[in-house]
Protein backbone atom coordinates (compact mmCIF):
# COMPACT_ATOMS: atom_id res chain seq x y z
CA UNK A 1 0.00 0.00 0.00
CA UNK A 2 1.40 3.35 -1.21
CA UNK A 3 1.83 5.40 2.14
CA UNK A 4 3.30 7.80 4.55
CA UNK A 5 4.56 6.99 7.49
CA UNK A 6 5.23 8.70 10.87
CA UNK A 7 6.74 7.16 14.41
CA UNK A 8 5.53 8.24 16.85
CA UNK A 9 2.01 9.36 16.64
CA UNK A 10 2.04 10.50 20.11
CA UNK A 11 4.84 11.87 22.02
CA UNK A 12 4.98 14.03 25.40
CA UNK A 13 8.61 15.28 26.48
CA UNK A 14 9.72 17.67 28.72
CA UNK A 15 12.01 21.60 27.78
CA UNK A 16 15.14 21.01 26.11
CA UNK A 17 15.05 16.87 25.86
CA UNK A 18 16.44 16.56 22.04
CA UNK A 19 13.98 14.15 19.94
CA UNK A 20 13.49 12.82 16.41
CA UNK A 21 10.45 12.02 14.36
CA UNK A 22 10.76 9.60 11.92
CA UNK A 23 8.98 9.83 8.37
CA UNK A 24 8.82 7.08 5.50
CA UNK A 25 7.52 6.98 2.18
CA UNK A 26 7.02 3.87 0.23
CA UNK A 27 6.14 5.85 -3.46
CA UNK A 28 9.52 6.74 -4.81
CA UNK A 29 8.91 10.33 -4.44
CA UNK A 30 11.58 13.31 -5.08
CA UNK A 31 9.43 15.65 -2.96
CA UNK A 32 9.19 15.99 0.79
CA UNK A 33 8.07 18.16 3.40
CA UNK A 34 7.33 18.87 7.18
CA UNK A 35 4.22 21.00 8.53
CA UNK A 36 2.63 21.72 11.77
CA UNK A 37 -0.68 22.96 12.35
CA UNK A 38 -2.39 24.93 14.77
CA UNK A 39 -5.82 25.80 15.94
CA UNK A 40 -6.10 29.05 14.08
CA UNK A 41 -2.99 28.91 12.04
CA UNK A 42 -3.84 25.99 9.38
CA UNK A 43 -0.84 24.04 7.99
CA UNK A 44 2.55 25.72 7.75
CA UNK A 45 5.63 24.12 6.10
CA UNK A 46 8.43 23.71 8.18
CA UNK A 47 11.41 22.37 6.42
CA UNK A 48 11.16 20.56 2.17
CA UNK A 49 13.63 18.48 0.43
CA UNK A 50 13.91 18.00 -3.19
CA UNK A 51 16.11 15.23 -3.26
CA UNK A 52 18.48 13.38 -1.68
CA UNK A 53 20.55 15.69 0.75
CA UNK A 54 18.79 18.69 -0.86
CA UNK A 55 16.78 20.72 2.15
CA UNK A 56 15.97 23.67 3.12
CA UNK A 57 13.80 25.94 5.40
CA UNK A 58 9.68 26.85 4.86
CA UNK A 59 7.93 29.41 6.93
CA UNK A 60 8.76 28.39 10.15
CA UNK A 61 12.22 26.39 10.41
CA UNK A 62 13.39 27.94 13.92
CA UNK A 63 14.13 25.30 16.43
CA UNK A 64 14.03 22.45 14.09
CA UNK A 65 16.47 19.89 11.93
CA UNK A 66 15.94 18.13 9.02
CA UNK A 67 18.18 15.61 6.86
CA UNK A 68 17.82 14.02 4.12
CA UNK A 69 20.09 10.75 3.21
CA UNK A 70 17.61 8.43 1.92
CA UNK A 71 15.38 8.95 -0.65
CA UNK A 72 12.34 7.74 1.68
CA UNK A 73 13.37 9.28 4.98
CA UNK A 74 13.22 12.97 5.77
CA UNK A 75 13.53 12.81 9.99
CA UNK A 76 12.15 16.23 12.01
CA UNK A 77 14.70 16.88 14.63
CA UNK A 78 13.74 18.86 17.48
CA UNK A 79 17.54 19.81 19.34
CA UNK A 80 16.44 21.23 22.44
CA UNK A 81 12.17 21.44 22.00
CA UNK A 82 10.00 24.34 24.06
CA UNK A 83 6.73 24.28 24.80
CA UNK A 84 5.82 26.82 21.75
CA UNK A 85 6.85 23.69 19.81
CA UNK A 86 4.09 21.74 20.68
CA UNK A 87 1.85 21.22 18.04
CA UNK A 88 0.42 18.45 15.45
CA UNK A 89 3.33 17.46 12.88
CA UNK A 90 2.46 16.23 9.40
CA UNK A 91 5.26 14.67 6.96
CA UNK A 92 4.41 14.90 3.40
CA UNK A 93 5.59 13.97 -0.02
CA UNK A 94 5.16 14.18 -3.84
CA UNK A 95 6.42 12.91 -7.09
CA UNK A 96 7.51 16.32 -8.05
CA UNK A 97 6.93 19.91 -7.65
CA UNK A 98 3.36 19.53 -7.22
CA UNK A 99 -0.31 20.15 -5.97
CA UNK A 100 -0.76 16.49 -4.74
CA UNK A 101 0.91 16.00 -1.81
CA UNK A 102 0.65 12.79 -0.30
CA UNK A 103 0.23 13.16 4.06
CA UNK A 104 1.39 11.24 6.73
CA UNK A 105 -1.02 10.18 9.94
CA UNK A 106 0.84 13.21 11.97
CA UNK A 107 2.41 13.27 15.11
CA UNK A 108 0.89 14.47 18.02
CA UNK A 109 3.74 16.23 20.17
CA UNK A 110 3.11 17.99 24.01
CA UNK A 111 6.35 19.75 25.27
CA UNK A 112 5.86 20.54 28.95
CA UNK B 1 -4.00 39.95 6.48
CA UNK B 2 -3.36 36.10 5.65
CA UNK B 3 -2.93 34.98 2.27
CA UNK B 4 -5.70 32.48 2.28
CA UNK B 5 -8.65 32.98 4.43
CA UNK B 6 -11.33 30.40 5.26
CA UNK B 7 -14.48 30.17 8.15
CA UNK B 8 -13.82 27.80 10.64
CA UNK B 9 -17.51 26.72 10.86
CA UNK B 10 -18.45 24.49 12.28
CA UNK B 11 -20.99 24.28 9.82
CA UNK B 12 -23.97 21.89 10.49
CA UNK B 13 -26.32 20.48 8.05
CA UNK B 14 -28.59 17.95 7.39
CA UNK B 15 -28.05 14.62 5.56
CA UNK B 16 -28.93 15.30 1.66
CA UNK B 17 -28.34 19.04 2.01
CA UNK B 18 -25.64 21.09 -0.55
CA UNK B 19 -23.00 22.55 1.18
CA UNK B 20 -20.79 25.04 0.51
CA UNK B 21 -17.27 25.82 1.55
CA UNK B 22 -15.16 28.99 0.34
CA UNK B 23 -12.19 30.37 0.98
CA UNK B 24 -10.86 33.77 -0.21
CA UNK B 25 -6.84 34.46 -1.23
CA UNK B 26 -5.04 37.89 -1.83
CA UNK B 27 -1.96 36.45 -3.68
CA UNK B 28 -2.63 36.87 -7.48
CA UNK B 29 0.31 34.44 -8.24
CA UNK B 30 -1.54 31.26 -7.06
CA UNK B 31 -2.66 29.47 -9.77
CA UNK B 32 -3.39 25.64 -8.39
CA UNK B 33 -6.15 25.52 -5.74
CA UNK B 34 -7.01 22.38 -3.98
CA UNK B 35 -9.77 21.03 -1.70
CA UNK B 36 -8.06 18.76 1.24
CA UNK B 37 -10.57 16.82 3.71
CA UNK B 38 -9.25 15.60 7.04
CA UNK B 39 -10.66 13.45 9.27
CA UNK B 40 -10.15 13.12 13.01
CA UNK B 41 -7.05 12.04 13.76
CA UNK B 42 -5.74 11.76 10.36
CA UNK B 43 -3.82 13.57 7.77
CA UNK B 44 -4.65 15.74 5.13
CA UNK B 45 -5.73 13.66 1.99
CA UNK B 46 -6.32 15.59 -1.42
CA UNK B 47 -10.09 15.89 -2.73
CA UNK B 48 -9.91 17.67 -5.65
CA UNK B 49 -7.86 20.58 -7.89
CA UNK B 50 -8.19 23.16 -10.01
CA UNK B 51 -5.90 24.89 -12.52
CA UNK B 52 -6.71 28.62 -12.90
CA UNK B 53 -10.17 29.61 -13.32
CA UNK B 54 -13.52 27.37 -14.00
CA UNK B 55 -15.12 24.48 -12.28
CA UNK B 56 -14.45 20.76 -11.96
CA UNK B 57 -16.55 18.21 -10.71
CA UNK B 58 -16.25 14.77 -9.54
CA UNK B 59 -19.27 12.92 -8.49
CA UNK B 60 -21.21 14.72 -6.10
CA UNK B 61 -18.36 17.48 -5.28
CA UNK B 62 -18.14 20.57 -7.45
CA UNK B 63 -14.74 23.19 -7.21
CA UNK B 64 -15.10 26.74 -8.52
CA UNK B 65 -12.30 29.26 -9.07
CA UNK B 66 -13.17 32.70 -9.38
CA UNK B 67 -9.58 34.32 -10.05
CA UNK B 68 -11.32 37.90 -10.44
CA UNK B 69 -12.65 37.65 -6.52
CA UNK B 70 -10.16 35.96 -5.63
CA UNK B 71 -12.44 33.33 -4.04
CA UNK B 72 -13.13 29.64 -4.63
CA UNK B 73 -15.59 27.43 -3.80
CA UNK B 74 -16.66 23.64 -2.80
CA UNK B 75 -20.03 22.19 -3.49
CA UNK B 76 -21.32 18.96 -1.84
CA UNK B 77 -24.50 18.05 -3.24
CA UNK B 78 -26.38 14.91 -1.24
CA UNK B 79 -24.35 15.53 1.78
CA UNK B 80 -23.62 12.61 3.82
CA UNK B 81 -23.11 11.85 7.24
CA UNK B 82 -19.71 10.71 6.25
CA UNK B 83 -18.74 13.54 4.41
CA UNK B 84 -17.97 15.16 8.06
CA UNK B 85 -14.51 16.36 8.18
CA UNK B 86 -12.69 19.36 7.99
CA UNK B 87 -12.15 20.63 4.86
CA UNK B 88 -9.16 22.93 3.79
CA UNK B 89 -8.54 25.12 0.65
CA UNK B 90 -4.97 25.31 -0.47
CA UNK B 91 -3.22 27.04 -3.08
CA UNK B 92 0.17 27.37 -4.79
CA UNK B 93 2.32 29.35 -7.07
CA UNK B 94 3.47 27.37 -10.03
CA UNK B 95 7.35 26.66 -10.75
CA UNK B 96 7.33 27.30 -7.27
CA UNK B 97 10.77 25.03 -6.23
CA UNK B 98 9.74 25.27 -2.04
CA UNK B 99 6.90 22.90 -2.91
CA UNK B 100 4.98 24.64 -0.42
CA UNK B 101 1.43 24.67 -0.43
CA UNK B 102 -0.51 27.60 1.58
CA UNK B 103 -3.81 26.42 3.78
CA UNK B 104 -6.53 27.99 5.15
CA UNK B 105 -7.44 27.16 8.86
CA UNK B 106 -10.08 24.64 7.79
CA UNK B 107 -13.77 24.37 7.98
CA UNK B 108 -15.23 21.72 10.13
CA UNK B 109 -18.35 20.36 8.54
CA UNK B 110 -21.09 18.09 10.38
CA UNK B 111 -23.54 16.06 8.73
CA UNK B 112 -26.31 15.13 10.62
CA UNK B 113 -27.95 11.76 10.20
Known amino acids: EAQVTQNPRYLITVTGKKLTVTCSQN?????MSWYRQDPGLGLRQIYYSMNVEVTDKGDVPEGYKVSRKEKRNFPLILESPSPNQTSLYFCASSPTVSHEQFFGPGTRLTVL | QKEVEQDPGPLSVPEGAIVSLNCTYS??????FMWYRQYSRKGPELLMYTYSSGNKEDGRFTAQVDKSSKYISLFIRDSQPSDSATYLC?????????????FGTGTLLAVQP
Open chain 2, 27 to 32: NSAFQY
Open chain 1, 27 to 31: MNHEY
Open chain 2, 90 to 102: AMSVPGGATNKLI
